[in-house]
């Protein structure tokens, strides 16, 4: 299956059930309330979904609004 995350100004990225659960990295994509220890400011949400494995950031979604798991049919 695969993980639709997305935020509240409607970006959507995807992660696969294998980056989440048997990934090589554990830890890969992470949930978080922080940035430097501190809350997320103002305007930007509650949540942050980020990859750490990622070269680039374009599957981190700021102010999440949505997680949706998404099961494939066989």
């Known amino acids: ?3 639709l995350v997305t935020g509240a100004d409607g970006y959507r990225c995807a992660f696969s059930g294998g980056e989440l659960f048997g990934g090589r990295f554990p830890g890969s ?4 309330t922080e940035e430097d220890q501190k809350p997320i ?4 949400g ?4 980020i990859s750490r494995t990622d070269y ?5 979604v700021r ?3 949505e997680l949706r798991w ?3 049919q066989p």
Request: proline share 4%; no cysteine.
């Open 46 to 49: 509650k949540y942050k979904v």
């Open 29 to 32: 994509v992470m949930l978080v």
């Open 70 to 72: 998404l099961a494939v």
């Open 1 to 3: 299956g695969y993980l």
């Open 56 to 60: 680039f950031i374009d599957r981190a």
């Open 63 to 65: 102010s999440v609004a």
């Open 41 to 44: 400011g103002p305007g930007k």
